[in-house]
Every structure is written in C-alpha cells, then in structure tokens.
C-alpha cells in the first residue's frame, strides 16, 4: 500500500456540509474516480483516509490536509484529475504528494491555524483604532473563555450542567489589520490547534466583543482558513512541507 497525501480547497455550497457528510463525499468521489483507495479489514471495511482537524460548518478553506492509502501506486496527475472530475463544485483537490508509511498522522502534527476573519463594524473603523484595541486586547495576561459542559450521572441517568473556565491567551499565537474598508474589517488570526488546542475565530472576536467592547455584526462575520502549519523553529510549515 502506498500513502498519499493531499491538500484541498472547501468553498462555495460546501461550507455548508459537515465533516462526516465530507468523508461520505469523498467515499463516494473515490469509488466514482475509480481510485484503487485501501480499506481496513473485518466486517465492516472502510476507506483509509484521515483528515487534519474537521473544519467548522460555514467556515470556507484553502487549506484543508488529507491522508489516504491506495492499494496500487498511479501518477498523481491522474489521481488529481480523476477526483477533481467527480467533486462537487466547491471542493478541489489542488496538490498531492506520496510520503512514507512512517509520517506522523496529520492530526498529531498541527498546531496551528490562519485565517481570515471579516468583521462588520456598526461603524466606520479606522486602522490606528483598531491596532490599539487589538494591541490592548493582547497585552491581557489572561483571557477567559467560560464552557458549559454537561456531565452525565450513570447512576441517576441524568446530566449536571458544570462551568468550566480556560484562559486561552496562549492560544492567540497572532492577530492583526490585514484591511479595512468603511466599516467592514479583515483580520489575520493565528490560532492553536490540535494538540495545542481548538481555537475558533468566533471566539476570538467574541471576546474582542465582551472585553474590548467592540461594536459588531456577528451574523457578517466570515471566517477562511488559510493554511494549517506546523512549528518547526525558525520556520512555520505546512504539512506537505515536513513530510518525507
């Protein structure tokens, strides 16, 4: 068996779908393309593929990652081809690398996100403004973002509300004006994920709202990852960077 690995786009109608609708879609995209994909033994076979992180619904990217194993090697050309054929529109295969059986899962390796987030002011916003908000805003040693987690009694068949508190400070790796046009802002963000954490955008700004006192939108808010990237030091890599 062989290993490929893929990035992809997600755009358009399928921001829409969830995550497990995407494996079935691409389940079938790889019957339909007649790729020789691998699947796992037992009664109930499947694909082998695996995904970096599962991206939010309405979040568009151009930076999606995944692995599968074939059980024959073919040109990635036409492995590229064949799947682009059968894919909704909205979603792309848009470059494919082999890489050995031994690379770490795709999930283990991220530790970050970038994106593009456009915020809808209620205002005109000038860019000096909105650098010092954001420069405040990350001068706080902590930022709390408050989670209610149901937990389940196996005893009494029942579920207890409890309040869990996390400072995700630490989480913010960068966040700055990428551009501003009247009142609608574009942020950059670079955010923890994986192992690291899951850091959302939405929450992000929804503590720019609540500690900063920001006065927005949110139904206009639109989030776009740009890439996924792995820390090596001095550098920030992508994961079809670092694979062999």
């Known amino acids: 068996m062989y290993r490929i690995r893929s990035k992809f786009y997600k755009t358009g109608d399928m921001v829409f779908i969830s995550h497990l609708d995407l494996v079935r879609l691409l389940e079938r995209a790889f019957r339909r393309g007649n790729i020789p994909i691998s699947y796992t033994q037992g009664f109930n076979p ?3 593929m695996a995904f970096a992180t599962a991206l939010g619904i309405g979040t568009s990217s151009e930076g999606e990652y995944m692995d599968i194993e074939v059980d024959e090697k073919i040109q990635l050309s036409k492995f590229m081809d064949s799947l682009n054929m059968v894919l909704p529109k909205g979603l792309e295969v848009i470059t494919s690398k082999y890489i050995a059986k031994d690379n770490k899962s795709l999930m283990s390796i991220i530790q970050y996100s970038s994106y593009t987030v456009k915020v809808v002011f209620q205002e005109k916003m000038k860019e000096e403004v909105v650098n010092n908000i954001l420069c405040k805003f990350l001068s706080l040693e902590e930022i709390i973002e408050i989670k209610e987690k149901k937990n389940k009694n196996k005893f009494k068949k029942s579920y207890k509300n409890e309040i ?3 400072n995700i400070r630490m989480q913010i790796k960068n966040l700055e004006v990428l551009r501003i046009q009247d009142n609608e802002v574009v942020l950059k963000m670079l955010l ?3 192992s690291s954490g899951n850091l959302k955008p939405e ?3 929804k503590k720019l709202q609540e500690i900063m ?3 927005i939108e949110p139904e206009k808010t639109r989030v776009h990852r ?6 090596i030091e001095p550098k920030s890599l992508t994961p079809l ?3 062999e």
Do not use: F, R, S
């Open 213 to 215: 006192g920001l006065q």
């Open 192 to 194: 923890a994920t994986g």
């Open 226 to 231: 740009l890439e996924l990237l792995v820390e």
């Open 46 to 48: 499947h694909p082998i």
């Open 203 to 205: 929450t992000v700004i």
């Open 164 to 166: 869990q508190e996390k």
């Open 241 to 243: 960077d670092i694979a």
